[in-house]
C-alpha cells in the first residue's frame, strides 16, 4: 500500500479557466506530521541505556570484592594495620625469637605462644562465626559466666612454630621435659603443625616480591628476604585476648549435662 495521506485546509481557493471550482480545491494533501517527540526518541533512549549503564557501574565498584568480605570474629575489634613493614630476612640477622636454647629464648616464645588463652563466645557471636552449635562444643559453667570455649588462631599458629623450633633442637626440649613422651605422639603433633602452616601460608597467598642478588661466593642469584609487607598490630590482638582470658581451674573446667563426646577429634 501507498503511503497515507490526508486532508488539510488550504487557505487560498482555487479557480479553473471556466470560473468554476474544482472538487478538491482548497483542499491540499499531505503526509501526517510527525510528533515532535518523535526526532528526539533515539537520543532519549541513549540517555536512559546510559544512566542505566552508570547505574550498574556504580554498583559494581561499590561492591565488596571476595577479599573485601571479612569473616567475623570477636577479636575483630582489635585488629589494626600498622601499615608497611620491612622485614629482617638476613640469614644471620638476630632476634630475640632466634637462637640456641637459653631461658631468655623460651621466655620470648612463651610470652606469645604458650598456653591457648581461652577466651569466651557468646552463641549470636559462634553463628556469625558461620560455625553451628554443638553438644560436643565445650562451654563454661554458669558460675564462671558460660559461654563457649575458644581461641585465637594465631596463638594456636605461633604455638606450632614454636614446637618446630623446639623440635629443630633434638634432644635438648626432650631432656627438660617439654615435648610429648610418647614418640609416635610428638610425630603427629608435628606433622599437624606442619600441615596447618602449610594450609595458613596458601590461603594467605602472599604475593610479595622478593628479588635476587648476585653475591660473591655464590654460583646463583642470592634471593633478598628483606622485603616490605602490610603487617597488623601483632600486640595489640595479644593485648585483647589477655583482656578477654577467662580463667577456669581445669577441675572446674568439666562437661556440662547435655554435653556429649565426639567418636575422635575433629
Known sequence: MGEEYYS?????????????????????????????????????SHGVLMSITLVFFTLWVQAPSI??????????EAVESIGIVKFNGSFGATSIYRGSP?????????????????????LEQLLRTREKPS????????????????????????????????????????????????????????DHCIDMLRQFTMCTGDVTMITHDWVEGKKSPFPDF????????????????????????????????DNVNLTSPP
Open 8 to 44: 488539510q485546509y488550504s487557505p487560498f481557493d482555487v479557480v479553473d479557466n471556466d470560473g468554476t471550482k474544482p472538487l478538491d480545491s482548497g483542499i491540499a494533501t499531505s503526509p501526517p506530521p510527525r510528533s515532535r517527540f518523535l526526532h528526539l526518541w533515539p537520543w532519549l
Open 67 to 76: 577479599d573485601d568480605v571479612v569473616l567475623f570474629s570477636p577479636a575483630n
Open 102 to 122: 637459653s631461658p631468655e629464648l623460651d621466655a620470648a616464645w612463651d610470652r606469645i605462644s604458650f598456653n591457648a588463652r581461652p577466651i569466651r563466645m557468646t
Open 135 to 190: 553438644p560436643a562444643m565445650a562451654r563454661y559453667p554458669d558460675e564462671y559466666g558460660g559461654g563457649y570455649m575458644a581461641t585465637v588462631e594465631v596463638t594456636h599458629q605461633l604455638r606450632c612454630l614454636d614446637m618446630l623450633r623446639r623440635a629443630s633442637w633434638g634432644d635438648h626440649y626432650y631432656d627438660h621435659g617439654n615435648m610429648h613422651k610418647s614418640p609416635e605422639g610428638f610425630r603427629t603433633y608435628l
Open 226 to 257: 628483606n622485603v616490605h609487607h602490610q603487617c597488623r598490630n601483632f600486640e595489640k590482638v595479644l593485648n585483647w585476648v589477655d583482656e578477654h582470658r577467662v580463667f577456669v581451674p581445669q577441675s572446674e573446667m568439666v562437661r556440662l549435662d
